[in-house]
């Protein structure tokens, strides 16, 4: 199953970026930090002129798909966003190679209650229902810094074999579920879309795509939120390739369950082909 998908990040690090925080917070503590209003957004290009990243000072450029633009290229990790069509919040998606095959790094992904052990601002995940060996409805609570209110969301998830093991696509969308109703002080999300797609890159290596649309509900500084669609992405493909070194063998019985369950599951008519802004 997905992992949690904060919507506000904070990285613990320079004075400066302690500071910022600070201001932040109190800005919204006054009600002066409000998320920019789609309409108000300025309009997307497909020829908009590079920037520098503000936290590596590398420049960064338009991807080449229609919409989708670069914020970050790190470890070989390739980070883009786009206007959403359902939230204020851009769509935003991150892609990278891990060394394990794709069952490896579908065993991870669907191990929903530790998904706090690697996904970014992830405080709690669980798994509420196994509908099926690659279908279930799961938990996830993303931690947000004071005062800003936790977000969580009930996920339903299901895994979509397009080719056998060798690509695999992992849905999740938001819910409801009667064992884990809103909690008074938590921000429920009522809209969530996203997924993980895998590839076979060969030599035991995997493609990953993670990409999230989400409203987060609520007021949010938009400063900070615009930095959580960077680091989410970034620091979760990080945190899987960390993962999956640290429980490699720990999923050995798990592995035939899911290459048996990918098998009988066919083929998929979804398109299988790769995002041009795929780097190796």
């Known amino acids: ?4 998908v904060p919507v506000l990040v904070y990285s613990e690090g320079s004075l400066v970026a302690r500071l910022a925080w600070a201001l932040g917070a109190m800005l919204f503590m006054v009600g002066a930090c409000r998320p920019t ?13 590079p920037a520098p990243d503000r936290d590596t000072g590398a420049t960064v450029a338009p991807a080449d798909e229609s919409g989708w633009t670069v914020l970050a290229e790190e470890d070989g990790i390739v980070v883009t966003s786009r206007a959403s069509e359902k939230s204020p919040l851009p769509v935003f998606r991150g892609i990278g190679v891990v060394e394990a095959s794709v069952v490896e790094v579908l065993a991870v992904v669907l191990d ?3 998904h706090h052990e690697w996904v970014f601002s992830c405080s709690d995940s669980s798994l509420i229902e196994q509908t099926t060996e690659t279908t279930g409805i799961i938990y996830n609570r993303t931690a947000t810094p004071w005062p800003v209110p936790d977000r969580d969301v009930v996920l ?5 074999p397009i080719d056998g093991e060798r690509e695999i696509l992992v849905r999740f969308f938001a819910t409801e579920h009667a064992q884990r109703p809103p909690e008074d002080g938590v921000v429920r999300m009522t809209y969530l879309r996203g997924h993980y797609h895998l590839w076979d ?3 035991g290596r ?4 993670y990409q999230v649309d989400s409203d987060p509900g609520g007021r949010l500084p938009t400063w900070l939120a615009t930095r959580g669609t960077r680091e989410m992405p970034l620091e979760s493909l990080r945190g899987l390739r960390a993962q999956l070194v640290r429980t490699r063998g720990q999923y050995d019985e798990r592995l035939e369950a899911l290459g048996q369950a990918v098998r009988q599951a066919g083929p998929s008519t979804t398109s299988g082909a790769r995002p041009a802004s795929s780097a190796r």
Do not use: F, L
């Open 112 to 114: 929903a209650g530790r």
């Open 206 to 209: 995997t493609r990953v795509e």
């Open 37 to 49: 209003p789609a309409s108000s957004a300025p309009p997307a290009t497909k020829h908009a002129s």
């Open 201 to 203: 890159e060969g030599q």
């Open 156 to 160: 339903d998830s299901e895994v979509e």
């Open 1 to 4: 199953m997905p992992g949690c």
